[in-house]
């Protein structure tokens, strides 16, 4: 089972406090992706990670968001500081790297700054 | 750089009715193409994916989705929509990183 588990499923901070969102995953995968679904914006690709090396930051919003992969089965997003603006859910998800390979998504962590 | 585009952000069809969701792609290259299906509270699931083996390409849950070319089109179509089908779909193309459409919620009436 390709499965992909994220933590914490809810996250509620106060503006300026630091935020860590995990993702595991369980196996089969070689790519993980970031990514943040809004209401006004859809899902926006953050970052995507290649047998642990990032590949692809450009999506990242500034230097606030910061992500490391330290092996292959498990990632880290971090906020700091986090701001009211950056609610929204995010998704981890994982892939081999074949270009037509589905993506397998986490069940998100929603996260609430106020 | 490749991109879909989900026409209708809301699609409301009675039960039993035909459901369609349009999908228009861009792509230089020939394009693998997806459709996710996202249920409250979740993560998206995997509906179909075509790779150039057949035009139509059948999915889970009845659905099926047909590419063609000349239109660069993949809509999502099931004949016979049921209540539990009501979820937001998501059409995406990849390559080397999945880019994805706007989304399309479906509401299904009784």
């Known amino acids: 089972d390709a499965g992909v588990i994220q933590s914490p499923r809810h996250e509620v901070t106060e503006m300026g406090q630091e935020v860590t969102l995990r993702c595991k995953l369980i196996?089969?995968?070689?790519?993980l992706f970031w990514y943040r679904q809004t209401m006004m914006r859809g899902l926006e690709l953050l970052i995507y990670?290649?047998?642990?090396?990032?590949?692809?930051d450009s999506g990242m919003p500034e230097d606030r968001f910061s992500a490391k992969m330290p092996n292959a089965s498990f990632s880290t997003l971090k906020i700091q500081p986090s701001e009211p603006r950056d609610s929204a859910v995010y998704f981890c998800?994982?892939?081999?790297?074949?270009?037509?390979?589905?993506?397998?998504f986490g069940n998100g962590t929603r996260l609430t700054v106020t | 750089a490749q991109s879909v585009t989900q026409l209708g952000s809301h699609v409301s069809v009675s039960e039993g009715a035909l459901v369609l969701l349009r999908c228009n792609y861009s792509?230089?290259?020939?394009?693998?193409l997806f459709w996710y299906v996202q249920y409250p509270n979740q993560g998206l699931q995997l509906l179909l994916k075509?790779?150039?083996?057949?035009?139509l390409v059948k999915g889970i849950n009845g659905f099926e989705a047909e590419f063609k070319k000349s239109e660069t089109s993949f809509h999502l179509t099931k004949p016979s929509a049921h209540m539990s089908d009501a979820a937001e779909y998501f059409c995406?193309?990849?390559?080397?990183?999945?880019?994805f459409g706007a989304g399309t919620r479906l509401t299904v009436k009784p």
């Open positions: 998800a994982g892939t081999d790297t074949v270009d037509n390979s589905p993506l397998h």
């Open positions: 196996s089969g995968h070689n790519s």
């Open positions: 990670f290649n047998n642990n090396v990032p590949i692809d």
């Open positions: 792509s230089s290259v020939p394009p693998y």
């Open positions: 075509y790779t150039s083996a057949a035009t």
């Open positions: 995406a193309v990849s390559g080397p990183n999945m880019r």
